[in-house]
Structure formats: structure tokens, C-alpha cells
RNA sequence: GGGCCGGUAGCUCAGUCCGGCAGAGCGUCUGACUCUUAAUCAGACGGUCGAGGGUUCAAAUCCCUUCCGGCCCGCCA
């Protein structure tokens, strides 16, 4: 539920119930300082993962099942991934719930009823590409504002509409990550008429309503009535009601003009009549109406809504709609290297993108921590939120002991962050669990009912398994590897390193070399250290002495008679001992003969990936 | 001006709700090893827990004040 250019996540979770009073015979604290119970203390009363608490809290609510756990953004650009908070936050208290036996339904509005107030800068074609306003229709989309997003036409006519584009990029993340959500339009709740009803009691309310409201908004005046019909002449959504008609479930309206932000949209003046489907509520009460017709349970919303409309959906909630609001979890927001998340600008913004550069249960990692606090999802710095959750994986295993806090917190959360689309088809293949299901093909075609409760044991159980015979490749080490050109000179070298076993599965083995590219593209995009190019056309400026330059002749010597990347590698430290020179010296050398710089990968290895003819001939200093 | 959230090692953060020796990873430094971009192993260094006051036998943790940062308190969502 976040639009503007800031749209981030970041939390709190205050749920404070304020029950001041509870008369009557309280045993509450009873100071019985009798031993009788004596409080083991370390009990469970301190959760190790905040879905937990929250899941507590809806509990206590008493809830009907399903339970409803909503999120939802408003489609006016490229989602980032900051509003997959809107998703990620929800799934872990879902998952939570599920797991203690509650069926759950996720859902996601789009609210694509809301009216394009601006154009954005940026737009994102369905792969997630990132593309400039002006590559697309831009005077088509500028006619357009004041529409509702699903009036717009698509400006890549690949959707519906302009708000359907979007949604479906926000649903593609969802899926991505592999949580199951049901993705509800606002639109569609309207035209349906699925909204009429609350539309109705609202308006039936108005005077009740506007003085709600107006306890939280200044503009709320005598004329304001909670309802903005779209315009049957010009299409645009307008905010003058002249007349309303609650039983017939119409309203008269008249197209004046519309301020947004700092400019005006231009109304036609058409006088008309308009039924309830025909327009929206504002937020305020939009909101509201959508936890009505819903039946939600649990929201969690930016911190730009927690002393905003939270309050007065409350409100309204109580107030103008009669019913519970839904227990609210507030998150922070997060930064990319430092700086807000825009729709309009930047790049990696999508799910997509971050796909590119992490596995995906890293990113369900990121979404795991502590809501209640900023964080800055550093594209330089990756490689720790990588290391980070390899660790918490080891914890989980038992391959490795921390403290006992986190111990704790990794035995509690990872397995909410490792999913069945994340297992290799052919260890699923392979799984005699699946052996029915997978006889087709190796395809993740195994569907589950998430909410089964069977189904989500083996589920859970089986990527436990499969997960604990991973292997994986430390993120940086990774990197390097991606300037191998050859598989088996990078099967070597992480051998060599001790990463890949030999009785390893090979599915295993072949999973973790996904991380190569993962990697590569971060050391790609970021410039960094691990970005070696090797300097192939020209030789770098390498001033060599009159022993190095006989040592460099041996190496090019041994190298043209043939020999693996092993035994380069020893020739290196033989040769140059030979010639009495500094190991780590004739390796810079090295690095700056191949690479111009005085560091680089193992050299024997990385020399024996390239070809033979080149490299003979740079070590003689030939071309 | 009012409200919400955050401020803990050079970096990224746990720990704060429930007071009990200030923690982890990374980085740095030392040493080891066929020293070479990720290493690995052993060890060390590293903290006015934003600041001040209060409560307490004991405070990063609870209370009050205060500083800094983000957001909200117009509209829209």
C-alpha cells in the first residue's frame, strides 16, 4: 500500500491492546514468590522469530479459518523490491499459522482502482526490463492521467491495461519466490459489485463517516462525501458528488478538475450519474472496505502508513463499518545502497533483478529479519548477506555452533526460507516421496495444497532433506570462479578449496555452480574486485629481470609440454625457488603479465583454463 | 511543534519486550601452512551500548530528559 517515490518496507510491530482494564478478580500478578512453579526460566515465552509473536496475536483473535493474511500495493510502476514486503511479511506469518494447523489464505490486492495522478519516470516490460517513459507511448500515458490504472491502456499492449502490466510483474515475484498468493484486483471487486455493499453502508453513513474522517484529515468539509465516481464522458475519476442516491445506489457527480501533487488535472465538466461500481472509495475508507469484504485477519503496511491511515482505518473500521480491523504489523523501510527505493529510477528494483544476483531463499532471508528495523539492501556488500545466510544454513545443520541466540533464531527460521521450487528436479526426480508425481518429467510440477497439513509435512521434510546434502559455494569464492570459461578448470578449483566432495550428488554439485552466475553478474554490475578481465590484446607494461624473465621461460616451457593446472601450479613455486626469486613476488608478475594487476585467481589453475598457444606466448612476453 | 521507529566493535548486525560478566560474522593485526583475488587453522586487537540523569545489589535492557536519522501528522495511495 505504498505509492510515492519512497515505497519501502521497515516495521513495527507496537500491537499494544491497551486493555486498561481488567477489574474484576485479576490474578493476574500474583507476586507468589512461591517456588511451586518455579519459572524455568529460557521457556519460550521469548520467540527467536517475530512471525511467531504476530501469529500469537492473530490467534488470540480468535480467528475463523480460513485465516485472511493480506497485503497489497497499488500498480502506478515497477514494483521493487521493497513492496515485496507486501508479500514476503505476510508469507512467514502465514507459514507460521499453517504450521501450528491454521488454513491460511494469502491474499494481494492490486489496487488498480486508484487513478495515475503522475507519470513515472521508469516502466518495466514483463521480463523486468527496465525501460525509459519516453521508449514507450508517453503522450498516450499523459492523456491518461486521472484514470484508474485498469482504464489505461498498456504501454507495451502486452496486458489488459496498465495497472494489469503491473500486476502481473507483482505477481511474477510472488511466484518467483514461490509463495502462493491470490491476487485480487480492486477493480475487479468494484465492477463485480462485491463492493456495493459496504459502498452502500458508507455512503448511507456519510455524515457518520465525514466526521470520522475529518478527525484525521483537514479537508474533510461539509460537502465531502466518501465516494469518487469515474467520469461516464472523459473516464477520469472525479472528486465533486453533487447528489447521492443510496437506495437506488447511484450518485451525481459533476467532472471538475483534481489536484495531484503540484499540478492539475483537468476535469470536462460533464454533470452525470454514476453507480456505485462505476467508482471507488477514497483510501481511507478503501481500505477499510477491502478488510471488510475480505475478511482480513492480518496486514502488514509501510511505515508511511502507521500514523497515517492506519489510525483512521481503525477507526472507520470500528466506527463507521462495525467491525475488527485486523492486527497490523508495521515494517521499516529498506534502502538500496543507502538511498530510497523509487519506482522511477535505478535498477534493480524487481525480484527479477535481485534473482539474478541471489538465490532465492537468500532473499527470503533479507525479508526475515526483524521488520521493526531499516536496513540497506547493499548490492556492493551482497557477498555478507550471502556468508550470512550460509551460516544461519550451517547453524540449521548442526555443520557449525554459534551462540546459543542464534542457534536458536537459525533453527526456527530457516526452514521457512528453503522451498520446494529451490530443490534441483533431479533430486526430486530422484525422491521416491515424489517418485509418483515426477515420473513425467523432472519438472517441478508437484503441486501442493499448502494448506494441507500432510502435504505440508512432506513438503517441509523433504527440502529439509534435500537441502541438507547442498553444497555450496561461498558467494566470493564464487565469483572467482566465474572467470573460469571451462567447467572442469571450476570443478578443480572448488575441489581443490574443499567445497565440492567427492561423494557429493552430482545434483547437488551442479546446483551450487548456479551460484557462478549469481555471482559473476554481481562482480559484473558492481565493478568489483572479483571483475578481472584478462587483458588478452594487449601485454600489459611488465618490467622483468633478468632471472624472472629465465624463470617465466621455464614456466612457458612447462606449460607447452602439456601439463594440468595442478601441476602449473607447483611449476610456479618450483621455478621460481630455482631461480632464488620471491614466490609471491614471480606471482605478481604473474598476475600483471595475464591481468595488469598484482593479484588475481590461482594461477595455475586459471592458466591451464585458458588456451595453451596464449599463454606460452604471454609468459615469453612475446604478444 | 506532536507522534512512531531506529542509533550496540572499523563494517553488517544479534542481544532490549523478561535487568545478571558487552556478543557474532566480516574486516584489521600476529603466527602457521606448497603464502596469493574467496583461503584454511591458531591467536590478538577492537565498545563512553548516541548523550545526561533516575530506579536497582546489578542497566545496552526499566523510568525521565536530551541529541541525531527515517517516516507520519497536507493531498493521494
Known amino acids: 500500500m505504498s505509492e510515492s517515490e519512497p515505497d519501502e518496507p521497515s516495521g513495527t510491530a507496537s500491537t499494544n491492546e491497551t486493555e486498561s482494564a481488567d477489574e474484576t478478580d485479576a490474578p493476574a500478578d500474583t507476586e507468589s514468590a512461591d517456588d511451586t512453579r518455579s519459572d524455568e526460566v529460557e521457556g519460550d515465552s521469548h520467540y527467536a522469530f517475530w512471525a511467531d509473536e504476530v501469529a500469537d496475536a492473530i490467534e488470540a483473535r480468535d480467528p475463523e479459518e480460513p485465516i485472511v493474511v493480506k497485503g497489497g500495493i497499488s500498480p502506478s510502476g515497477v514494483p521493487h523490491l521493497g513492496n515485496v514486503n507486501e508479500i514476503m511479511r505476510g508469507y512467514f506469518v502465514a507459514e507460521v499459522l499453517r504450521e501450528r494447523g491454521w488454513a491460511v489464505r494469502q491474499v494481494f490486492t492490486t489496487d488498480d482502482r486508484d487513478p495515475l495522478r503522475k507519470l513515472p519516470r521508469k516502466l518495466a516490460d514483463l521480463d523486468g526490463n527496465i525501460v525509459d517513459l519516453g521508449d514507450v507511448n508517453a503522450g498516450a500515458l499523459g492523456r491518461n492521467l486521472g484514470h484508474a490504472y485498469t482504464d489505461i491502456p498498456d504501454p507495451f499492449g502486452c496486458c489488459d491495461s496498465y495497472g494489469d502490466h503491473f500486476s502481473t510483474l507483482i505477481a511474477e515475484s510472488a511466484e518467483l519466490l514461490d509463495v502462493p498468493i491470490d491476487v485480487v484486483s480492486t477493480t475487479e471487486l468494484y465492477e463485480s459489485g462485491r463492493m456495493d455493499d459496504v459502498v452502500e453502508h458508507v455512503l448511507r453513513n456519510r455524515e457518520q463517516a465525514r ?54 488535472i483537468e476535469g470536462c465538466d460533464h454533470e452525470g450519474t454514476a453507480i456505485f461500481r462505476e467508482g471507488k472509495l477514497p483510501w481511507r475508507f478503501e481500505w477499510p472496505a477491502q478488510w471488510q469484504v475480505l475478511g482480513v485477519d492480518f496486514e502488514p503496511f509501510g511505515k508511511d502508513h502507521a500514523e497515517g491511515s492506519w489510525p483512521s482505518g481503525v477507526d472507520i473500521a470500528e466506527t463507521v463499518l462495525d467491525i475488527e480491523p485486523p492486527e497490523p504489523m508495521v515494517y521499516e523501510w529498506f534502502t538500496l545502497d543507502g538511498e530510497p527505493f523509487s519506482s522511477s529510477e535505478g535498477n534493480v528494483v524487481l525480484a527479477h533483478d535481485v534473482l539474478e544476483l541471489l538465490d532465492p531463499e537468500v532473499v527470503r532471508f533479507f525479508f526475515a529479519k526483524d521488520p521493526n528495523r531499516a536496513r540497506d539492501f547493499s548490492i556492493e556488500r551482497l557477498d555478507q548477506l550471502v556468508d550470512e545466510f550460509d ?8 555443520e557449525e555452533s554459534g551462540t546459543e541466540q542464534e542457534e536458536r533464531r537459525a533453527e526456527r527460521v530457516y526452514p521457512f526460507l528453503v522451498s ?145 593446472g595442478e601441476a602449473i601450479q607447483g611449476e610456479i613455486y618450483e621455478s621460481a625457488r630455482r631461480h632464488d626469486l620471491d614466490v609471491g613476488g614471480f606471482f605478481a608478475v604473474g598476475y600483471q603479465l595475464f591481468f595488469g594487476e598484482t593479484e588475481g585467481p590461482q594461477l595455475g589453475y586459471f592458466l591451464d583454463d585458458l588456451d595453451r598457444e596464449f599463454v606460452v606466448g604471454r609468459l615469453r612476453r612475446e604478444a
Open 391 to 398: 551460516r544461519v544454513e550451517r547453524l540449521y545443520y548442526g
Open 420 to 564: 520446494l521450487t529451490d530443490v534441483p528436479p533431479e533430486a526430486l526426480a530422484k525422491s521416491e516421496l515424489f517418485e509418483a508425481v515426477a515420473d513425467g518429467e523432472a519438472e517441478h510440477a508437484v503441486t501442493f495444497d499448502h494448506n494441507d497439513t500432510h502435504d505440508r509435512e512432506r513438503r517441509r521434510e523433504f527440502v529439509d532433506e534435500a537441502f541438507r546434502q547442498r553444497v555450496r559455494l561461498p558467494y566470493t569464492f564464487a565469483a572467482v570462479l566465474g572467470m573460469f570459461d571451462d567447467d572442469s578448470a571450476r570443478m578443480a578449483t572448488a575441489k581443490k578449496e574443499g567445497h565440492v566432495a567427492d561423494d557429493d550428488p552430482e545434483w547437488a554439485v551442479e546446483d551450487a555452480f548456479g551460484r557462478v552466475a549469481l555471482a559473476s553478474e554481481w562482480a559484473d554490475r558492481t565493478d568489483n574486485e572479483y571483475n578481472y578481465t584478462v587483458a588478452r590484446t594487449e601485454m600489459p607494461d611488465v618490467s622483468v629481470d633478468g632471472d624472472t624473465a629465465t624463470a617465466l621461460d621455464d614456466l612457458a616451457d612447462f606449460v607447452a609440454e602439456g601439463a594440468d
Open 211 to 264: 466526521e470520522v474522517l475529518s478527525e484525521y484529515q483537514d479537508k474533510v468539509d461539509e460537502d465531502y462525501v466518501p465516494f469518487n465516481p469515474f467520469c461516464s464522458n472523459c473516464g477520469k475519476v472525479t472528486e465533486t458528488v453533487t447528489g447521492v442516491n443510496v437506495d437506488e445506489r447511484t450518485v451525481e457527480y459533476r467532472c471538475t478538475d483534481i489536484e495531484a501533487g503540484n499540478r492539475t
